[in-house]
């Protein structure tokens, strides 16, 4: 069943999810992931329909919107589970891959091929890139070239610097230039741009903080201020209120508090969604790894919208709203 669902798919999605499937070092089916994710999806979404049924909830719109909204969420979950996990291998290939190169040349200087000093250079705590340099030069050894073998980490590990460095460390093998010289100025280059991106991250930690503390402390409080507004309102224009038994007037509120609060909800989620993506660009240079982000934000800016609304204000405003 997992398997039909996922041959639905056009091939294009399963082409795009086999590539990534391959990039997060996962040995799993397109097709079995992608039926995975529906059949999933699909059992959660039933289970909020119903859900919503035993509590009694009449409302069309919202029996109909919130199981396609969850739905449509648990898909997104997966693929950008999945996609982390490809941004993870890509983060710690990145990190020790300078640790690699230096090695290597290293090696290469103290007499040793340019195939046995990168298996040499291999250490069990670069993760996945030592996995795939066990891999490749092992292939190597065999029938296939290390040139030709090079190429595949890069099919199964999506980093730019990885991809330039295997490109030159196989035109330097081809040509017989210094290939060891060649591995220290990559190395260093890579070291270079890495110190570059951390002071360009510190350089911008102001813009977060500014967009963490307007999506987190002022729309709440803005938004809360609205809701006292409107029960503010509604209170005076009761008929038994004394406001209006004095003046002889009935001010009514034109839309309930009920409807402020739903929008309110709704306005929070989609900020903090826009605004974790935002600083993603910001720190990282790509909007879905911002995501990781989306927890920490929608949790802070709810519930200090919640403390707000029930305490901050409710305090400040006790005798109005009495």
Sequence with gaps: MIYSIGEMAPHSV???????????????????????????SLVLSLLTYLALVVASVTDPFITHLVPFLMFFSIVSLFYIILYFQIEGRRELVERVLPDLLQITASNIKAGVSPVIALRMASRPEFGPLHEEIRYVTAKSLGTESITEALKEI??????????????????????????????????????????MRRELISGTNMYVVFILFTVIVGM??????????????????????LLATQIGISMSAPISAQFIFNMSVLILVVTSLISSMLIGVIH??????????????LIGSLVFFYVAKNYILTFLLGGFVA
């Excluded at 890069?154 to 591995?183: D, M, N, P």
């Excluded at 709440?220 to 029960?231: D, G, K, R, Y």
């Excluded at 990282?284 to 934000?297: A, N, Q």
């Design 14 to 40: 399963k082409r795009h999810i086999e590539e990534m499937l391959r990039h997060a070092g996962l040995r799993m089916d397109a097709r079995a992931w992608i039926g995975s994710a529906v059949i999933t």
């Design 284 to 297: 990282h240079g790509r909007e879905l790894v911002g995501l990781r982000y989306l927890p920490m934000i």
């Design 154 to 195: 890069s099919k199964r590990i999506r980093s730019s610097a990885l991809e330039r460095t295997i490109s030159l460390f196989a035109t330097s093998l081809r040509s017989g230039g210094s290939v060891s010289q060649i591995l220290e100025s990559s190395a260093e280059d890579i070291r270079e741009n890495q110190e």
């Design 220 to 241: 709440p409080i803005l938004l809360a201020v609205s809701m006292q507004f409107i029960e503010m309102t509604a209170k005076l224009s009761a008929p038994n209120s």
